[in-house]
């Protein structure tokens, strides 16, 4: 298994750049996590029915069950970033599905598990439309309430449930042995546990897991890379509720009955505490988490029925306490804790386009056009009526002091804030009121001034959600070679050894890398040294005169900004003082004082 | 049939005033460490627990020991909630992961629960009113529900007054507006989170012992307590006292009438229904300023 | 008043400063200049306790206060203020400015004369004094920030970029304030990107790059030029 998913990830690795190594689809830590975690599984499910054990069978099998529902859970947390209490309610309505659909209506286990799953998919999408609205812990609170009003709704519709009563659901044929002394049930429940572990393992790593990764992360950075963080919520809620919904339809069969009590809040809460007591986003975790917060205390509490909330509150309890990443978390941690620092080797740039490309002539008309745009925060005018033209194929100097309205500006332009009046044309198109993705999907492509890099992607996959994204059909341009020894650098490098005047060139690489035709760097200079300064320069004029870039950049270094920028425009308390070429600007009367003190730093 | 209807109002607000309690006694936690405390609600049961406890050791209390022993109640839930803040705030001072309070709060809030039914089983507890019925508009309504009325009145005036004239009460009403600024202001933020703590356990402990006769006494019955609790806090506005005081009271009405309209396993679906309009409409709730949504 | 030696300090693993000593005495006005990202921040809030160093000492009128915690450093009269004119915003500016006095217990008398002063000086902040802080524009907030520090009458007072999102205009009497601050024996070190606003008051300065001090002079020896010592 593990195996033949590394190579399906070196071939994808390896289409992208020949040039470069192929770099493993899974990390260490996670290859390893998975093959423990499959070996148990299979073991725990092998071993009860080898001795005939009906009690284990019956209680491994319910463990995975939980097991696959927590990492659905943990999914819909961990990669998408939405919290749910009401986890449970998912699983419950599939479980119910099948209960109403083969122990009332006598249909087969398969309708069965088509109607569960649709179940479970109807409540997944009532839990997204919230989370459209409202996040965090106002969203824990709907799907806490959902979960609670869940067996209630039960009791109500007792003509349809059967209510308190419940229902039995005998199905001895998949209970039978089929296949080494397995029965269907125990192995579809094993297939569903290691299809589970190997989704949590792989998920992160696939496109989908980046981009909802990203969105979850910063939903800036996902607009602004032309990804809808709407969209990655919604498809995060569908998918967790697919795969918690499978795990549902197995509940029933497992217990031979379904009823109100079974789905309590106290159901929802061990698959939120499974996944935080052992670690989230550890592919081990939920199996550690389900194995002591329900497994142990069920066999070793098993005449001691009541304590076992006491026992599982003061797990939760003590693990936050004492290993805030959870059990597999912390170990992962303190492995890598000992791990030695890395040094992160200097990038180059020389080879970011093609040597034998000659350069372009410089397109015509204006790429950017902002009229009289005027943006003010409560009392705080931040833009006051800027206008501002930049030509296409140029180089724009943004400088101002800290605070003039540099960000601001940009923000307006890319659609992250709207602003209150005037007019912004991206490439003759009006996009004043078009959303930061739009804007994207139109070219423009920004950083930020606190970089973007986020250590819940590796180094790679932070440039690579860049290649993942396609802002504009222009061809592409920057050299597979140049691609090839980025991953090389980056992908044995961890993301939290980057440092941070990296971490705004690894974000201009990135923008660079989604064939933007428009780039917005905020700050993109600050904090290198004057040699990587003359390099970066020499990276903005090949963007420039062989990629036939846009570039709009704010930057305090005024050196550097003559070096390099066309025309530059210079702003104080959000208004424009002047704006043209370089020379002119330097000696307007009104800039000059402004920057007497700037040269000294 | 109106009388109906007047029953319905009164005990409607009688029940609103918990939950515009528990509203307030989430505020003042919230506004000076950003912490919605899910254990509220289980202290709240603790309150009235120790009502029935001692009823149960020391049989109905007179009058004036009863008035004495809403301030030892107050007392005993503050200092439980107090021990229970600073365990919550250790992780944060020193990961991360600013959000394990969502994990321990719902953790000490299940131990609560757990304790609860070791000690006195799955079954509800029922405490009598030392009060008789008091006739309104020609009914008799239990005393406890006009009495919730007036806790809540009476907290309303006091945190009001806390939070605006004194310093120490204007700095934890401004301690997460910007936690930062407050610490570079020399401001001991730990100590007034601690004592925000503390006098959100004042007020579920005095709402709890009070409202002992008329709210369910039960080890599973918080959660319930919670989430009106929190439906009243969105829909009053986050951080606004003065929108949990009349939020509250709408909350109660509107489960008393679905109670009685359209019977009890629906009360829990129309507080639902109204959490998540309300989000959906103006997630900054009707009182308040800052809003929930995050994009 | 104000000793500084050898202090380093870091977020995570990446360290930002490295060996920066100065120090500054009362009644002296001390700028730190220096690009974005040189650490000058980082710096002011680890002598004001936001931060705990990782080497170094931090010395405050003769006594160690090295990785002490703002709630220590405010009473005993070391003040930061943060930059970006951080108020509490739903507050009243009254009420802002009383909570300033809070941590330091000035006295009454102490509290009413300095208010009296703030008014004097920002009549502005008179009017609003019942408004929300959050209505105040950008520059009466830098106002607001400077004058609840003053109400605490601190000994030293660490500055970080008054002019942060003010138009230049505004700063002439946000700077002479903080010099008639210093004339009654308040050391004051200001991180400032105006350098040549933050030089008419300064009476010495320095220029921070990457972490530590590469200059340190009298403001005259600045305004000669430490760039030969720079880049």
Redesign the interface.
Known sequence: MNAKVSTSGDIAAAALAPSGRALPLLDRSARIQLVIGILILVVATIVPSALGQAYWIGIVNLAIIYVVASIFMGLLLVDAGQ?SFGHGAVFGAAAYAVGIACGMHGLSFPVGIVFGVLAALVIGVLFA??AL??????L???T???A??FP??L??FNTLTNGINGISIPLPQLNAPILFGLSALSIMTLVLGIAAIATSAIFPKTLLGRRMRVASAS?EAAQSLGIS?GRMRFIAFMIASFGTGLAGVLYPPTVGFVSPNAFH?DMS?LF??AV?VGGKGQPLGTIAGVTLLYLLPNVFLAQLI??R??V???V??LV??LM??GIVGGVVRWLTLRQK?QRMPALQFGHIVDSAQVSLPRPEGNAIEIKDVRKAF????AINNVTLTVRRGEIHGLVG????GKTSLLNVLNGFSASDAGTVKVNGRDVTSLRAREVAKLGVGRTFQTPRIFEQLSAWDNVQIGLDAKLSSNPTLVSEHFVGSLRDILGPLRT?SI???QRRLLEVIRVILTDADILLLD?PA??L??EERLAFAALLRDLRDKLGLTIIFVE??LDLVARVADRVTVL??GTVIASGDVASVWNDPKVK??F?????? | MWQEYAIILVRGIGLGSVYALIAMSFNIVKVSSGI?NFAQGNMFVLGGMMAYGFVAFFGQPSLGVWILLIPVAAIVIAVLLTIQGY?TM??LSY?D?QQ?W???T??????I???L??VQGPNALMVRSIFANIPVFGMRVPAPFLMAIGLALFWYVVLQWFLSKTLTGLAISALWQDPVAGRAAGLKVRRLQLLAFGISGLIVGSAGFVSAPIITLASDSA??YV?NG?VAL?IGGVASNTGALIAGPLVGVAAMLATFKL?G??Q??V??LI??TI??IR?EGIFGSTA???? | MLEISGLCAGY???PVLRDVSFSAAAGEIVLI??????GKTTLLQTIGGLIKPTAGSVRFMGQDVTGAIPEDLVPRGLRLVLD?HRVFPELSVFDNIRLGALASKTDKGAFDAAVDQIFEVFPILKQKARDKA?????GQ?QMLTLSQAFVAQPKVLLCD?P??????ALMPPIMEFLRSWAKNGTAVVIVE?????ALAVADRAM?MQ?GSIAFNGTAEE?RA???QT??
């Not at chain 1, 409560?378 to 005018?381: L, Q, T």
């Not at chain 2, 929930?292 to 994009?295: F, K, T």
């Open positions: 919290v439309l919230p609205r409202v996040q965090w812990f106002y824990g609170f709907v806490l309430s959902a609670m009003v209630q709704m009791f109500a939903p963080p809040l809460i939120f505490f935080i009541e304590y909330p006491l599982y509150g003061t939760a309890f936050m306490l805030p990443a620092p409560g009392s705080v005018v002091a800290n605070g003039s939290e440092p941070h005047g700050e600050a904090g040294s004057p305090h270094d104080e308390s004082p402004l007497v003190s700037v040269r000294h730093a | 919605l365990l250790l992780p990961s992961d394990s969502l994990i321990t719902m953790a000490v809030s299940i131990i629960g757990a304790i039914l070791l959660v319930a989430l929190f969105v019977g396993e629906f829990g679906l507080s639902m959490l998540v989000l959906l997630p929930a949504r995050r994009v | 995570g693993k990446l200049a220096g690009e974005n990202g040189a970006g959050r209505s105040l524009s950008g907030q970029e002019s942060l999102g003010l138009a230049i990107q105006h350098v040549d606003l220029l990457r600045f030029g430490p760039v720079g880049q």
